[in-house]
């Protein structure tokens, strides 16, 4: 105790590690390479077997917990039988206490991260997380140790081992690092450094995204995890399988292979990977790593120039090949609001006036403010907006009703324009307005000449204007940028769903401006919402052409004059709403034409309304008999476990009655927008399966794509909807 070699730790002694591992650092060479525990089996047999299996033939993990006392009860060790191959087998150690985890690392230098003159590999997982962090396994040449996180103790078990954890001498195996990265930097202020995510190898080397550890395993003809895809199903379900202690054999046995089937990717990656390539990986890692520390986990995604905007992870492609990858753009919002303010009478202006700070921090005037901000800053600019000059960033629509007083939408929220309460809109202060405007169409909207604004009439029964709502109009630039994969590598049709002032419109101005560079777009214009009024169509939609509607019983008969005259690559169509236009875009379709289009709803919404759920395909139901039935509800069950992970817990009653998509859908990926969300989109990069899926109730795979709109960068999460 006298000399540090030993320490208090709630009244008992313990071995302090990190004195011993200063001792054992300052020994010779020929010392300090002795692994404690290891067999004296000093043969040319034994250490020929050693070398070449990433764990040993001595049993001395077995007799770890010898001596312990009564940790015996906690603590756990066993062997696994390597699947597809039971002669070999794994050791395992799960440790409950903090003596039996000292003792561990004390004799096995990798768990030290010392001893060793070479770069070596050891594989990480941790399990729970990253709400918390429950299990942290390591595999080693000795074998795999699971360490109870929540029994020893988070911060306990992350101090111990952040030597290894942020040495860059040990190479740390992971897959799919995010959520592991997030855990130990919450709960153990840990930095993730060395590490290498076998995902961006399998980007890297097998040309395939997001690939799974199975799928990886199995590319490099490696033993697979036996239960990963079930487990996983499990948890996808909502059961905090981790949480309860004693924890289960089965989760046990689960959490090692995580590990223990990894470590054994070393010698193929030795051999497919040079010296260069294993640095730039590892660099990609880290930077992986602190990239999901930064943004709650989320995966940073960019486009390769290179390969027609293939998706690739951002990390990746900066670390590998930078000049080839397209990382987003900063969002660049124009409004043009001069020229709606100069229509409103002088009372009306005083509480609108251009913003003069925060700058694109306000982007769009109602866009959720960003991570960093505080739900105190973010209240005190909803308390600004509501007593003092409204910022026109924030604004949204301007309401002027008939013996109201005059109101705007800010932020979602309501402020009204003068402090007055008897102050009222007349019909005299709305003619004002309505006689600058010129004529409202057969649709009650009109426009102003060049600009995106719309102004839409309230009628009486006489036809008299009641009511104006005058709907702000943006062009954003940069704003499809989280689409460049779909728009410009690959010829899919899309459909962008989402409710009224979701930013539908701002969305597809910017992917029609970013399609007209390169190939022929006509826009059919219905109202001018696309491209504002007048002959002269707003520079928002680049080089592409417009042929306006004259009114909305006309937009079908439009769409086809367009491709029967114009021949298009591309249609875009702002707002598809009635049974003719659905059927007229299946026919553009089936013409060739690619077609960028939007509606209200979402996916499920859409499945059940009549008039518009041909855009995806359509619904009819058939009648079976009983044999087909019976192999239709046992098709859903397996379908309903394989997706909950849950073999008896789903259960479908047999009909002779079947809802199923009656055709191929018109739009094969669907895009969803919420209103207040505008830089979280949810895409559906085949809707012919999501809405399979939703007809046999299930849910539907889907990406949750984001941004940050101060650097325009990207993130990606796979999730089910």
């Not at 995902?199 to 490099?220: D, R, S, T, W, Y």
């Not at 990858?325 to 969002?331: A, D, M, S, V």
């Not at 728009?487 to 930013?503: A, F, Q, V, W, Y």
């Amino acid at each position: 105790v006298a000399q540090g070699y030993l320490k208090k730790s709630n009244s008992k002694l313990v071995w302090n590690i990190a004195k011993i591992q200063d001792c054992i650092n300052q020994m010779p060479t020929t010392i300090k390479s002795l692994k404690l525990g290891a067999s004296t089996d000093t043969s040319a047999d034994a250490l020929s077997d050693a070398r070449a299996s990433p764990f040993p033939t001595s049993g001395s993990m077995l007799s770890l917990l010898d001596g312990i006392g009564g940790s015996k009860s906690k603590n756990k060790a066993w062997k696994l039988k390597v699947p597809g191959s039971p002669s070999e087998e794994v050791r395992c150690i799960y440790v409950a206490d903090v003596e039996a985890m000292e003792r561990c690392i004390l004799s096995d230098l990798a768990l030290q991260a010392s001893g060793m003159d070479d770069i070596q590999f050891v594989a990480i997982d941790c399990e729970g997380v990253p709400e918390s962090l429950e299990l942290l396994q390591v595999a080693t040449e000795q074998g795999v140790y699971i360490f109870d996180a929540k029994l020893i103790g988070e911060t306990t078990v992350c101090e111990a081992l952040e030597p290894l954890l942020t040495s860059r001498a040990y190479i740390k195996l992971m897959h799919d690092l995010h959520k592991d990265a997030v855990a130990l930097d919450k709960f153990g202020s840990i930095t993730l450094c060395g590490t290498l995510d076998t995902q961006l190898v399998g980007e890297q080397v097998f040309g395939e995204i997001f690939l799974g550890m199975n799928a990886f395993l199995k590319k490099l003809e490696l033993p697979q995890h036996p239960s990963k895809e079930f487990t996983h199903a499990r948890m996808r379900s909502g059961v905090d399988l981790f949480a309860q202690r004693p924890i289960a054999k089965t989760l046990l046995e689960y959490s090692a292979w995580d590990v223990g089937l990894l470590i054994r990717a070393v010698t193929p990656l030795q051999k497919m990977l040079d010296g260069k390539m294993l640095n730039d990986l590892v660099q990609a890692s880290d930077s992986r790593a602190a990239t999901a520390m930064a943004n709650g986990g989320a995966r940073a995604i960019a486009f390769d120039l290179n390969d027609d905007y293939r998706i690739a992870s951002a990390d990746l492609l900066r670390a590998i090949r930078p000049d080839d990858g397209y990382f987003g753009e900063r969002l660049v919002v124009e409004s043009e609001t001069d020229d709606v303010i100069s229509l409103l009478l002088e009372k009306y202006r005083d509480r609108l006036e251009p913003s003069k700070k925060r700058g694109s921090e306000l982007l769009f005037g109602f866009l959720p403010v960003l991570p960093n901000n505080s739900e105190d800053e973010d209240r005190s600019l909803k308390n600004e907006t509501a007593q003092d000059a409204i910022s026109l960033d924030r604004l949204s629509d301007i309401v002027l009703d008939t013996g109201r007083r005059p109101q705007c939408w800010v932020n979602e929220e309501r402020v009204f324009l003068c402090d007055d309460e008897s102050e009222l809109v007349s019909e005299a202060d709305l003619s004002h307005v309505a006689n600058r405007l010129g004529r409202f169409g057969s649709d009650n909207r009109a426009g102003l000449n060049g600009k995106l604004h719309r102004f839409s009439a309230m009628r009486n029964r006489e036809g008299d204007i009641a009511g104006i709502t005058i709907r702000i109009g943006r062009n954003v630039v940069g704003n499809a940028a989280m689409l460049m994969d779909l728009l410009m590598g690959t010829d899919k049709s899309i459909l962008i769903l989402g409710e009224p002032g979701s930013g539908k419109s701002t969305i597809i101005r910017e992917a029609t401006r970013k399609l007209a560079e390169s190939t022929n777009v006509i826009v059919v214009d219905t109202s001018n919402e696309i491209a504002g009024d007048g002959n002269v169509p707003h520079k928002c939609i680049g080089l592409a052409r417009r042929m306006m509607v004259p009114s909305l019983d006309k937009q079908s008969d439009v769409m086809v004059e367009a491709v029967q005259n114009h021949t298009p690559n591309t249609m875009v169509i702002d707002e598809i709403g009635r049974p003719k236009e659905v059927m007229e875009a299946r026919t553009v379709k089936q013409r060739g034409v690619r077609m960028i289009a939007s509606a209200h709803g979402d996916l499920r919404k859409l499945l059940k309304n009549k008039d518009l759920r041909g855009l995806v395909g359509g619904v009819e139901v058939v009648t079976m008999g009983d044999v087909m039935a019976k192999e239709e509800a046992k098709r859903k069950e397996k379908a309903a476990a394989d997706q909950n992970g849950d073999k008896g817990g789903v259960s479908f009653s047999v009909s002779k009655t079947k809802a199923q998509r009656s055709a191929e859908p018109t739009f094969e990926v669907i895009i969803e927008v919420r209103r207040g969300a505008r830089n979280e989109w949810k895409v559906t990069t085949d809707s012919a399966k999501a809405v399979d899926a939703i007809l046999d109730g299930l849910n539907y795979k889907a990406q949750l794509r984001t941004r940050d709109p101060e650097t325009g960068h990207m993130f990606l999460d796979l999730i089910e909807s």
